[in-house]
């Protein structure tokens, strides 16, 4: 079993009016095989929290610690994160004009294991997860999220964590865009991701739609860069029927 411990992490960023804190104290602790939602208002530090874990130079931590397996993350480079077992969905996948997604999971893979993939292999598993979610395989060819819907661009990041095999999947708003169809096939990848790869997954979003199809052990909500509040699946029931309105400041009569 592999744990990501997150303690009293405060980071910040520049703007143009200077720096703000937009975590102000998380301590969350991960273990694999456990499934964790995040969920707040917009602005609340959600995102922040993946990025900040991904690596993105964007984001300075000021104070706290973040460890794999007592490792410091915090002093890995973005691709020794990869390497030791982190994984981003991003919230808005990029495109990679010039690069194939054959050649992009490739080499990713490569660069992950330390050792290329047996061909034969490789052809055979990346086949199968695009026929899982339903990815056409036209795409292989075609370069990295180029032209591809928003739907498209989230099946391609769960077709990279099930190829990856990551111990800690960072999902950031997976959800969004998605129609319920789309919905269920990234759910169903996620899911069998963490059935063959006991990873541990910490699942971003607004909306309880999503956990209806990836079920979460536990539940924290994130207000103004702390966890505000945190429990078990029934409090994501709550927010689907109170909101966030509890959480937030209430203004003065």
Known sequence: MSTL????????????????EILKGVSLTIKTGETHAIMGPNGSGKSTLASTIAGHPRYEVTSGSLT?????VLAMSVDERAKAGLFLAMQYPVEVPGVTMTNFLRTAKTAIDGEAPSIRTWTKDVKGA???????PAFATRNVNEG??????????????????PKFAVLDETD???????????????????AENEMGTLLITHYTRILRYIKP???HVFVDGRVAEQGGPELADRLEDEGYDRFL?????
């Open 148 to 165: 591809f819907s928003g739907g498209e661009k989230k099946r391609v990041e769960i077709l990279q964590l099930e190829l990856f095999k």
């Open 130 to 136: 695009m026929e899982k979610l339903r990815i056409d």
């Open 5 to 20: 411990d997150i303690k009293d992490l405060h980071v910040s960023i520049e703007t143009e009016q200077g720096t703000k």
């Open 217 to 219: 052990q536990f539940v």
């Open 249 to 253: 400041p209430t203004a003065s009569a």
């Open 68 to 72: 794999l397996d007592g490792e410091d």
């Open 176 to 194: 969004s865009g998605l129609d319920v169809d789309a919905l269920k096939i990234v759910s169903e990848g996620v899911n069998r991701a963490q």
